[in-house]
């Protein structure tokens, strides 16, 4: 017989609602970007970041203990309160749910109803499309231009691949201000402070990710054994969901657009050889001898860096290749996200869309 007062069913219930409620926000977008995005989950955003920034560290680890606690007294109650595997199951199963059910309340109302707001498309006003592989092998030689040029701007640039003393040493300002400029030329509210954090070596990438938003604390967490090429495009990437950007591709797209304006050196041909590297990955499926040709033509100081980005990810082998893929690609298409995880790529017809609409007003 269910007990009523047992508050589990109230998160039981609450987890319910929402779902029906995040399934109906799909179906109005702009009154989820109304109310939600820019009402709602401002102020969440303000909150955390007052709350959470005070802390000195990544709060996941903080997290991570209390959870380990909470499962030992769990189990202990469990075992001491509950005679009988029939009741201890029960309990079990119960507190599952309940643990389901707050788990996905909380995730959706602090910040999973953004990935239901207007697509960034159409508040940038332009119409993304699939494009031709002869487009995208000019859209490879227009964005290979770019990063000769921008390595040329990097101090103490030269053939040997680029090492963490290029680094800025206060990145995650400049990536955090930068971002803010981006997202407010986009027409976005911006939120109050957000946290940038680095997780231990490895700790991501070996599960096939190199940075997340944890939307329960407001914190933008990447992997400190990411290359250092590719660090500032990460966390500009996190920082877009931080401000409430769930789209895959549209992060990338305000990624590129932050770190390919900034006024540091670095961090510009870093967000520049970033996305040439989503352009490559996605020509290479379609002709890899042309590309492997087109590749060791490159200069030797881009080549150095491009191999020294894929040394580095080899020294962490994804333990769950297949698992995680499988996993993110069904979370992104309940979510709304019809492609799953080729929403990633998406920033190249997004880059594509709005340099056409660029270069029509610049003609007219």
């Known amino acids: ?30 009154v989820v970007e109304s109310v939600y995005s820019r009402g709602l989950f401002q102020v969440v955003r303000y909150v955390f970041g007052f709350v959470f920034g ?26 001491k309160n509950y005679s009988g595997w029939k009741a201890r199951m029960i309990h079990l199963v119960i507190s599952c749910l309940a643990l389901i059910g707050g788990g996905i309340f909380l995730f959706l109302f602090l910040w999973g109803f953004n990935y239901a707001r207007v697509p960034l498309e159409d508040q940038m006003g332009i119409d993304p499309q699939p494009i031709s592989k002869s487009t995208l092998f000019a859209e490879l030689e227009i964005h290979t231009t770019h990063i000769k040029s921008y390595r040329e701007q990097v101090p103490g640039n030269g053939n040997s691949a680029m090492t963490d003393s290029t680094l800025p040493a206060d990145l995650e300002s400049i990536i955090r201000t930068d971002v803010k400029r981006t997202m407010k030329e986009l027409g976005y509210p911006t939120g109050g402070p957000i946290q940038g954090r680095r997780l231990f070596k490895g700790s991501l990438l070996r599960i096939g990710t190199a940075g997340f938003y944890l939307p329960f604390t407001g914190e933008c967490n990447i992997d400190a054994g990411l290359h250092p090429l590719q660090k500032p495009y990460v966390m ?54 042309h590309y492997r040709a087109y590749r060791a033509e490159l200069p030797a100081g881009i080549i150095a860096d491009l191999d020294a980005i894929n040394e580095n990810s080899r020294s962490y082998p994804d333990l769950f290749p297949d698992f995680r893929d499988k996993t993110y690609d069904a979370f ?33």
Request: hydrophobic share 45%.
């Open 236 to 289: 500009a990437h996190e920082y877009a969901h931080g401000l409430g950007i769930g789209d895959e591709g549209s992060c990338n797209f305000i990624a590129y657009l932050t770190c390919t304006s900034s006024s540091n050196a670095f961090v510009k041909y870093s967000g520049a050889l970033s996305f040439w590297r989503s352009l490559a990955s996605s020509y290479l499926a379609y002709d890899n001898a």
């Open 1 to 30: 017989m269910i007990n009523k007062k047992d508050k589990r069913w109230y998160w039981i219930a609450l987890g319910l609602l929402v779902i029906v409620l995040r399934y109906i926000a799909g179906s109005f977008p702009e």
């Open 54 to 79: 005070l802390f000195p560290f990544p709060t996941l680890y903080l997290w991570g203990i209390l959870l380990l606690i909470g499962l030992v007294v769990f189990f202990y109650r469990l075992f």
């Open 332 to 364: 992104l298409r309940t979510q709304g996200i019809d492609e799953g995880m080729k929403n990633y790529s998406r920033v190249i017809l997004l880059e594509y869309a709005w340099r056409e609409r660029e270069r029509l007003i610049i003609n007219d």
